[in-house]
């Protein structure tokens, strides 16, 4: 079993990785298409190239790990998903948990750290961790049991992001024990079922994590943990594995 981290800075750089790769198979899609996918990689250690293989499908995304291929996504989902969105939708609540679906390819890339930067610097690099939170709220609504641990930096952004209400009110009449975490210069109301975790200091102004546990062995479990680096920049990574979402999960109970 892992033990748990020592702060959530270690648990983002606690591993060594796998040298992953993306390629687009067999493009048909215009060229920019290809420029955005790379630009939202361009930051990372993560290439991005052409193939074309005879006799396989086209505008295909793979995921390579030394050459094989360990996910793979129709370009065409990247597009909708993420290349030819912004984060409005999200905010907005005009993407509901019903819709939010996580790519094959967003999938294949958890345990690799992430540096991402916010608008301006960027109009597509902190998608996937928008994403990728929705999807795990999506996760403990579906389940409707276990522990969700959500970290916002302002707790006022529950009632700021209309999309973020919806979801967490949808959550709240499940039997998901929500926790939130973050500088409290709002309280969510009475009837609000979590529980509330303020404070100003630290990893409560810091960081960005959705963490869902499950103790039944049938429901998945994730977790995406972000630290604050510079301005509107992120250390990140996200994880499928239990013993990992475990030890996070441990972290956050006992330290915050």
């Known amino acids: ?111 690799t750290p992430f540096r991402l930067r916010g608008y301006p610097a960027s109009h597509l690099e902190k998608l996937p961790l928008i994403m990728l939170s929705r999807y795990i709220e999506k996760l403990a609504w579906n389940h409707a049991t276990g522990v969700l641990r959500s970290s916002f930096q302002r707790l006022s952004r529950i009632d700021d992001e209309r999309g973020t209400r919806d979801a967490y009110r949808q959550i709240a009449s499940t039997d998901v024990d929500v926790h939130v975490y973050g500088v409290p210069d709002w309280l969510p109301p009475k009837e609000f079922s979590g529980v509330v975790h303020a404070g100003y200091t630290g990893e409560f102004r810091t960081s960005w994590f959705v963490i869902h546990h499950s103790e039944d062995p049938e429901n998945r479990d994730a977790a995406l943990v972000a630290e604050q680096v510079g301005d509107n920049e992120w250390d990140a990574v996200w994880t499928f594995r239990s013993e990992r979402v475990r030890a996070v999960n441990r972290y956050v109970e006992r330290t915050m």
């Open 1 to 111: 079993m892992i033990d748990p981290p020592d702060s959530l800075a270690a648990f983002i750089e606690r591993e060594e990785v796998a040298e992953l790769s993306l390629a687009i198979v067999n493009r048909t899609r215009p060229r920019p298409v290809q420029d955005m996918l790379e630009e939202l990689f361009a930051e990372q250690s993560i290439d991005v190239e052409e193939l074309e293989i005879p006799d396989t499908e086209e505008d295909v995304v793979v995921v390579l790990d030394d050459g094989d291929v360990i996910a793979s996504s129709p370009l065409r989902v990247l597009e909708d998903e993420i290349l030819l969105v912004n984060s409005d939708l999200y905010v907005t609540g005009t993407k509901s948990l019903e819709d939010v679906t996580l790519p094959a390819v967003l999938e294949g890339l958890s345990e």
